[in-house]
């Protein structure tokens, strides 16, 4: 461990932990990632995450699609059907001129790949610390002093900026001062891939149940990953049923979209919750990713919001190092939240909108629904705005991701300066 304060200190090496340091290292900054996990801890996580395509500007841009070529799927156009209701949209990346509207990671894979990303970081610009615990933090006036506890024993080390990603569920952020509003929505995502006699292709599809969103994602091998949302109450009989009952429940609800449904895989329960962590950031200790806000995963947004977030914090952090400035201090943090907290609320307010919309069964709803959902039919500037949004392209974007390079810090890792990376990697169909 170094002497020198670290340019970045992050807490949780989760998807949002491993690709901020990523994009900080890559422009020469010196960063330490701690995680108590081990690597490939999550390697069995069976959801398939869609990633708009302003995302994968992201992750090609840090050489992750190169590592995951062969498992993500291209998504063209989302249908949405409600049960309760004869209403349905079709999103089209074409809407908006764009090809895609993004791709969809197996989330093992994904992690996979940005923890070997993070592995294979030059040493002296990265230090990773996996099985390790951060027991304190204290701020001081030019830096914050971090203790660490792990295999290699016990040690303080000073970092100006300190980056708390350590997930919805740790209590690192209470005991550092932070307060956290949380609110269930009442209900759970149940996870499992499995094989269709008929393949959406490149298509997603969501149906509208009143138990919560069914989402139908394309998935390597002909398979597709399914997410249904059930009461809470109900998790633990969904994870339970027979292979057989739980097939003829989604075909239920999808009709003969899908065709017959076989071999399904191993189910996963994830609890939904919507929480809100206050401050956004204390002294040099700065929320992002799940310990900062979580909301329904209805719209496929939370890490994809993250990835925004992390764009603008490293063009943030890269911009206050390159002219010699402190990345930690109170006007740069102020600053920072400011720029994001339109999109930051803008995304959970319409997750929780499409939550409340949907979960209602009042009399005539379906109706008032289907109504909504040909208004967007035939409104093509709001169906091209939801297009955009879906692909992560609304709004002003954060440098990187519209494959502007940032100023290197030094010769950098790579010994040259990055490439603009406009356009997206090619995809096998
Ligand atoms: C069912 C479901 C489907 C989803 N689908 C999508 C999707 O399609 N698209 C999308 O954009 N988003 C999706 N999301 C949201 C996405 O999963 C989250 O936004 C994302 O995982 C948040 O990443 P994170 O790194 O902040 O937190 P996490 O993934 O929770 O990672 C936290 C990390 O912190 C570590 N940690 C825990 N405690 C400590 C500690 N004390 N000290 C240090 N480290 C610690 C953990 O080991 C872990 O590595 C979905 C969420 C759910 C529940």
Request: aromatic content about 2%; proline content about 8%; glycine content about 12%.
């Amino acid at each position: 461990m170094r002497a020198a304060p670290y340019d970045c200190l992050i807490i949780g090496g989760g998807p949002v932990g491993c690709l901020l340091t990523l994009a900080l290292v890559r422009q020469g900054a010196r960063v330490l990632l701690v995680d108590p996990q081990a690597a490939g801890a999550r390697a069995d996580d069976q959801r398939g995450l869609a990633m708009a395509t302003a995302s994968i500007r992201v992750l090609d841009a840090l050489g992750i699609c190169a590592r995951l070529s062969g498992v993500m799927r291209p998504v063209d156009s989302i249908l949405v059907a409600d049960q309760g209701g004869p209403g349905v949209i079709l999103l089209r990346a074409g809407d908006a001129g764009l090809d895609e509207l993004g791709r969809v990671v197996p989330a093992g894979a994904l992690q996979g790949a940005l923890e070997a990303a993070v592995a294979d970081l030059p040493g002296d610009l990265c230090d990773l610390r996996r099985g390790a615990q951060v027991t304190a933090v204290a701020c001081e006036p030019a830096s914050m002093r971090v203790e660490i506890e792990g295999p290699e024993g016990r040690a303080a080390v000073p970092a100006r900026l300190v980056v708390l990603a350590d997930g919805g569920r740790s209590p690192l952020r209470e005991r550092f001062g932070f307060q956290i509003d949380s609110a269930p929505y009442a209900q759970a995502a149940v996870v499992c891939t499995l094989t269709p006699a008929r393949h959406p292709g490149r298509r997603a599809i969501e149906v509208l149940t009143r138990s919560g969103p069914l989402a139908v994602l394309p998935a390597p091998e002909g398979r597709v990953t399914i997410v249904r949302c059930v009461a809470s109450t109900d998790l633990s009989d969904a994870l339970g049923q027979g292979d057989r009952e739980w097939c003829a429940g989604l075909t239920a609800l999808l009709g003969r979209r899908l065709g017959a449904l076989a071999a399904p895989g191993p189910r996963q329960g994830y609890p939904i919750v919507q929480s809100l962590a206050t401050p956004a950031w204390r002294g040099r200790l700065l929320l992002l990713g799940a310990a900062l806000r979580t909301f329904h995963p209805n719209g496929a947004q939370g890490l994809n919001l993250s990835i925004r977030d992390i764009a603008a914090l490293t063009e943030a952090v890269v911009a206050a190092l390159h002219a010699g400035g402190d990345p930690g201090a109170d006007l740069r943090l102020d600053a920072f939240t400011r720029e994001r907290i339109v999109d930051q609320r803008i995304t959970a307010t319409l997750a929780n909108t499409l939550w409340w919309t949907t979960s209602r069964d009042l009399p005539g709803a379906g109706l008032a629904r289907a109504a909504g959902m040909a208004a967007i039919n035939l409104c093509a500037p709001l169906k091209q705005r939801l297009v955009l949004r879906a692909a992560g392209l609304a709004g002003t974007l954060p440098r990187l991701l519209r494959g502007a390079p940032l100023p290197m810090l030094g010769p950098g890792p790579y010994g040259h300066a990055p490439q603009a990376t406009s356009a997206l990697p090619k995809q096998p169909a």
